[in-house]
């Protein structure tokens, strides 16, 4: 399988476009992060997105910014 190229400056949308198929159901996110920005592209395209975090109150933020742009249901753990 070849893997498709990405730069410095492919975008996270760009990457989940190529790739829609091979993360579907394989989602997390780092809080204030790339994890965040690739969370929050690829809610877009999931169904079901499950972030995880050390702390509540920045998990809230992230869980409230994704939900606002997406309408994938979101797990916490």
């Known amino acids: ?3 498709p190229t ?3 400056t492919t975008t996270a949308k760009e990457v989940v476009t190529v790739l829609a198929n091979q993360i579907q159901g394989k989602n997390g996110t780092s809080i204030g992060g790339i994890g965040f920005e690739a969370a929050r592209v690829v809610a877009k395209y999931a169904g079901l997105l499950i972030l995880a975090s ?6 809230k933020f992230s869980e409230e910014a994704i939900k606002n742009e997406s309408r994938a249901r979101i797990s916490a753990c």
Do not use: Q
């Open 1 to 3: 399988m070849l893997l």
């Open 6 to 8: 990405f730069t410095k």
């Open 54 to 59: 050390y702390s509540a109150e920045r998990h």
